[in-house]
């Protein structure tokens, strides 16, 4: 079971940049995946949440209307679309498996396995 997140980098403030979470070992399909961020002194932030029986999707506020996470099952991937980036989403961004995301984005304790994480800089 292996999880590998990538698609991070540096970006100006407003622009956007796509993540994956590519699952190798298991189909990804079959589980609720979360996307967490945790940056320098802070702890970790769930971020966005999509189920795997529905297809539904759950943001914490501050990402609300900026942030879109998504299913590519042909490539056994889970996408994060950020748009309007702000300084403030700077962090190390994780992806993880839950067993269902239960109407929001859960607390890290209840999931499974973990990505490495991808760095997302937003600076000018």
């Known amino acids: 079971v292996h999880l590998v997140e990538s698609g991070g980098g540096l970006v100006q403030p407003g622009g956007s940049l796509r993540l994956s979470c590519a699952a190798s070992?298991?189909?990804?399909?079959?589980?609720?995946v979360g996307w967490f961020r945790q940056a320098p002194g802070k702890e970790r932030e769930g971020v966005s949440c999509i189920s795997s029986s529905d297809g539904r999707t759950y943001d914490t506020d501050s990402v609300k209307g900026r942030f879109t996470v998504s299913r590519d099952n042909a490539k056994n991937t889970v996408l994060l679309q950020m748009n309007s980036l702000k300084p403030e989403d700077t962090a190390v961004y994780y992806c993880?498996?839950?067993?269902?995301?239960?109407?929001?984005?859960?607390?890290?304790?209840?999931?499974?396995?973990w990505g490495q994480g991808t760095q997302v800089t937003v600076s000018s």
């Open positions: 993880a498996t839950l067993t269902q995301c239960s109407g929001g984005v859960p607390p890290s304790d209840e999931y499974d396995y």
């Open positions: 070992g298991f189909t990804l399909d079959y589980y609720a």
